[in-house]
């Protein structure tokens, strides 16, 4: 129960561009998401290459598409 | 999201406004038509490999035409980072063949239209004129080409099954994302 609460306060961090930029440098392609939660058009605008688009309103019926054991960057 | 399992979660602050790297175009599909899902390995390394030599083709061509000395060194830079590519590309396919790859026989199956990115040369020739005649101009569309060329490869793994190729695919991409930063650093020399 407590495991379960502290989940769910858990808090999500925040990493500047340059941050998210050292990351992808820095880890081998595969072993994180990059996760785009815009909407369709706004990801065919522009997106960080290799991020998968899930549009937020679908995003917890998806979420079982992600590996959780992966770092996931959300944008 | 942090609290359905997932660890670590990450906010990129600002979101994709404030991101200054590159950016790819296009929708979701775009161009996963060129892979049907099944591809072995070797298969996946044949289509990047096809991709890769479209591209030095197309820069060879440019080569051929641009007066510019700078545009033309560049131009000699940019198909010497391609061979390389096309190295590691066979490289890796003698290593999962576990066997030597005539380079002639492998070279005469492929795709003669196709470029990085999933362009076609004759297209993007056309198109992008106007950004031919500066070596930042050029560095430019090289290095849209590069992010377009890693963008397809990491969407291409959503499609493949196989986890060996998925596999290759993100080694394929890792390379492409190190081409990008030494583009990268190029572009910085000649700005």
């Known amino acids: ?75 | 999201m942090a609290g359905q399992g997932f660890t670590k979660v990450y906010n990129l602050s600002g979101g994709i406004s404030a991101w200054e790297g590159e950016t790819a175009q296009g929708p979701v599909g775009l161009h996963l038509d060129l892979v049907r899902g099944d591809e072995p390995p070797g298969e996946i390394i044949k289509l990047a490999y096809a991709m890769e030599r479209g591209l030095g083709g197309f820069y060879t061509k440019i080569k051929g035409i641009v007066q510019d000395p700078a545009l033309s060194n560049l131009l000699g830079t940019l198909i010497s980072a391609e061979e390389k590519h096309k190295q590691y590309l066979l490289t890796t396919l003698h290593e999962i063949a576990a066997g030597k790859i005539d380079r002639e026989a492998f070279e005469a199956g492929l795709s003669q239209k196709i470029m990085e990115g999933g362009f076609e040369g004759e297209e993007l020739f056309e198109k992008n004129r106007q950004f031919l005649e500066t070596t930042s101009g050029l560095l430019d569309l090289a290095m849209m080409l590069e992010t377009q060329a890693l963008d397809l490869y990491l969407r291409f793994v959503g499609k493949i099954e196989g986890s060996e190729a998925k596999d290759v695919l993100y080694r394929i991409a890792d390379e492409e994302k190190a081409h990008l930063q030494s583009l990268g650093k190029l572009r910085d020399q000649y700005a």
């Open chain 1, 1 to 75: 129960m407590l495991d379960k609460l502290k989940r769910l306060f858990t808090p999500v961090e925040a990493l500047e561009p340059h941050q998210v930029r050292d990351f992808i440098n820095q880890h081998k392609e595969g072993t994180y998401t990059l996760l785009d939660v815009r909407q369709p058009r706004e990801y065919e605008g522009a997106h960080i290459p290799g991020a998968t688009l899930i549009p937020l309103p679908q995003l917890y019926d998806s979420l079982n598409e992600l590996d959780p054991d992966k770092p996931v960057i959300v944008y």
